[in-house]
C-alpha cells in the first residue's frame, strides 16, 4: 500500500470534506477543509483548484442512488485571496466562495463582493452576527451561515425574521442533535452542517433484525479458525439474497474473475476470508434504508482509511480496523447503544475496545481517522508520515464511490 500511495498525484497538502445537507438530509455541497504542509493555506491551493482534476473528481465527487454525480464544494477564502489581482479562476459551477466573518469589511471590501457575484461566483458568508458591519453584504451573497451552538435556537428565532427581506438562503451550521435539526427545519434553514447525523438515537429494548443476525452469524463463522467455504456456505444459503449478492460482487468489475462460478461455496473460495468478511461488513451497514446515504459514506470511509493505516503500521490483521473504522457508527445505523449493539455482535475483543473508549492500537487508528474527518490536523497522532495521510483519504473516498455503487447494484 505504500508503493500505491507513493505513486498518487500528491497535493502537497492536507484536505478533507464535510457534507453539507438540505432538509432531506441528502448531500448538495461538501465543505472543504484544508490545511498546508507548514500549517498555512499554500498558494498551490489556488492552482489545485484552478486545475487539478484531483479535486474536482474526488473531494466533489459523490455516488446517490447508484448514480456518480459531481457536487458543489464551499471553499473558505481569506480577504487576501478575495483582493487579490490573481484571484483563480475557479468553475463557477462547481465552487461556493465562503467569506470568513471576521474579514475586514472596508468599501472596497464591499465592492469586490459585489463584482465576484456580478461575474456569476456563488457567495457564501459564515461566522455572522446581527451587527451593522455586516449588512453592506448581505445584498451580495447567496448563502447565509449561521452558528447554532452560539445563538441558541431561541436566538436564531429573531435573527431568521430579521433576515427575510434579504431573501438568503439559510445553512444551519453546527448543527449537533436530530432535535436542533428539526427545530432549524422549522424555522426556515434549507441547508445544514453539523454533526447531527453521526448522533445515535437509541430506541429502548430494539433488537436486530433476523437478517442482521444472520449476518452477524457469518460474520461469527468467518471468525473461526475451523471456518471453511463449506460451513460459511451452510449459513449463507440459508438467505437467498445475501447468496444472490455474493455471486453478484463475485461477478462484479470489482474482481473482474474470467472464470465460471460452479457453486456458492466455489465463489466463497474465490473471494477468501478476508474479502467475505469485508462484504458481509459492507452488506451489514447498507441495508437500512430509512438512513441518510452519507452515513454509509462516512461508514465505508472510515473502514478503508483505517485498514490502510492499518496496512502502513503493519498491523497483523488490518482488516481488524477495517471492521474498526466502518462499525464506528453502527450505533447510529441502527439507533442502538454501541454498548447493547456490541453485546449481541460476535467482534473480537480489541475490535470492542477500540468502539467503546478507542483503546488498543485499533482505537489509536480509529482515532485518527476520525480527526482526520474533521479537519483536526494539528492533533493528528502521526501513526504515518503526514503526506501519506491525504492521499488514504482521497483513497479512501474513491474506493467507497466504487463499492456504494457495486452495492446499489446488488440491491
Known sequence: MASQLENEESLDLLLARQPVFNKSQDVVAYLLLYRGAGGELPAELNDHLATSSVILNTYA????????????????????????????????????????????????????????????????????????????????????????????????EKIVTDLKPYNLELLADKVETKEEFRKCYELGFSLFQGYFLSKPEPIKGKKLSSSKVLLLQLMLEL?????????????????????????????????????????????????????????????????????????????????????????MTGLDQPISAFITGLFSQLDVLLDMQMTDLLSQVPLQDEIKAALLDKSGQLGKILNEVELYEAGDFDNLGKLLETRFYETAYRHSLSWSQQVMQTLYSND
Open 61 to 156: 465527487s459523490i455516488c446517490q442512488q447508484g448514480e456518480v454525480r459531481h457536487l458543489p464544494c464551499y471553499i473558505k477564502v481569506t480577504d487576501s485571496t478575495l483582493m487579490s489581482e490573481q484571484f483563480p479562476e475557479l468553475p463557477k459551477e462547481h465552487f461556493v466562495l465562503e467569506i470568513l466573518g471576521h474579514s475586514k469589511i472596508t468599501p472596497e471590501f464591499v465592492e469586490r463582493v459585489a463584482e465576484l457575484s456580478q461575474l456569476g461566483y456563488r457567495l457564501a458568508l459564515s461566522d455572522f452576527e446581527p451587527s451593522e458591519r455586516f449588512m453592506p453584504l448581505l445584498k451580495h451573497i447567496h448563502v447565509l451561515k449561521l452558528d447554532v451552538q452560539r445563538f441558541g435556537i431561541d436566538g436564531l
Open 223 to 311: 471468525q473461526s479458525p475451523h471456518a471453511s467455504a463449506a460451513s460459511v456456505e451452510q449459513i449463507v444459503i440459508n438467505d437467498p439474497l445475501l447468496t444472490y449478492r455474493i455471486l453478484r460482487v463475485v461477478n462484479s468489475a470489482a474482481f473482474n474473475m474470467q472464470r465460471e462460478i460452479q457453486s456458492l461455496s466455489h465463489a466463497i473460495t474465490l473471494l477468501g476470508f478476508d474479502q467475505i468478511r469485508k462484504w458481509v461488513s459492507l452488506f451489514l451497514v447498507s441495508d437500512t434504508a430509512d438512513k441518510p446515504e452519507e452515513l454509509t459514506r462516512i461508514m465505508l470511509v472510515r473502514g478503508r482509511m483505517s485498514e490502510i493505516i492499518g496496512e
